[in-house]
């Protein structure tokens, strides 16, 4: 089996929480963020939108990869796009990076929290049964992917940071590194 690192990566769909919990997370546990939506704009030099309206979703699904790419197996918190799980190779990159959770809900909260939110897939008529689509799709490579997952649904940000930090507490004594 390949070597997990010390990191603590966020996974899930677009709603769930993940740009939200994961600068809570750094900040409680005084580590380093690394967004990898954050990366990719940074890199590209434009927003997200940018990089769909000019590269189209191949194009940032690149970039994405790069920017994962660039992630240490350091400790620290990962934030990542709802899509990352899509491509087997990044899955991998995730993994070895370290302990991987899914923030999951149910779909209504999900498409609520999504609400107004810019988000360059939605930007068409038919977003609601687009968003059912893509969460039914991704739901299976989310939870192949996690060595934990989290129901958001539930809980308010603050009561799934307090989730979050038992269950790193909990995992501490069982994690050989
Ligand atoms: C995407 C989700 C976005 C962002 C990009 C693509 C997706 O991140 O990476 O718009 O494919 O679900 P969030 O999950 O933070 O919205």
């Given at each position: 089996m390949r070597a997990r690192g010390n990191g603590?990566?966020?996974?899930?769909?677009?709603?769930?929480?993940k740009s939200s919990v994961g600068p809570e997370l750094a900040t409680r546990l005084e580590l380093p963020l690394h967004d990898i939506d954050s990366m990719?704009?940074?890199?590209?030099?434009?927003?997200?939108s940018e990089?769909?309206?000019?590269?189209?979703?191949?194009?940032?699904?690149?970039?994405?990869?790069?920017?994962?790419a660039e992630l240490r197996e350091e400790p620290a918190i990962v934030v990542t796009g709802g899509g990352i799980?899509?491509?087997?190779a990044n899955i991998e990159a995730l993994r070895r990076l370290g302990m991987v959770v899914?923030?999951?809900?149910?779909?209504?909260?999900?498409?609520?929290r999504t609400g107004g939110g810019d988000r360059p897939l939605l930007q068409t008529t038919d977003?609601?049964?687009?968003?059912?689509?893509?969460l039914k799709i991704r739901e299976p490579l989310?939870?192949?992917?996690?060595?934990?997952?989290?129901?958001?649904?539930?809980?308010t940000l603050p009561e799934t940071v307090e989730t979050l930090l038992?269950?790193?507490q909990d995992s501490c004594h069982h994690h050989a590194s």
């Open positions: 603590i990566v966020l996974i899930g769909f677009m709603g769930a929480g990719a704009a940074g890199a590209a030099g434009c927003t997200i990089i769909f309206a000019r590269e189209g979703e191949a194009g940032f699904r690149v970039r994405e990869t790069a920017a994962l799980v899509v491509a087997p899914y923030l999951s809900a149910n779909e209504e909260t999900l498409w609520r977003a609601r049964a687009v968003f059912s689509h893509l989310y939870r192949a992917t996690a060595d934990f997952v989290v129901d958001t649904s539930p809980q038992n269950l790193l």
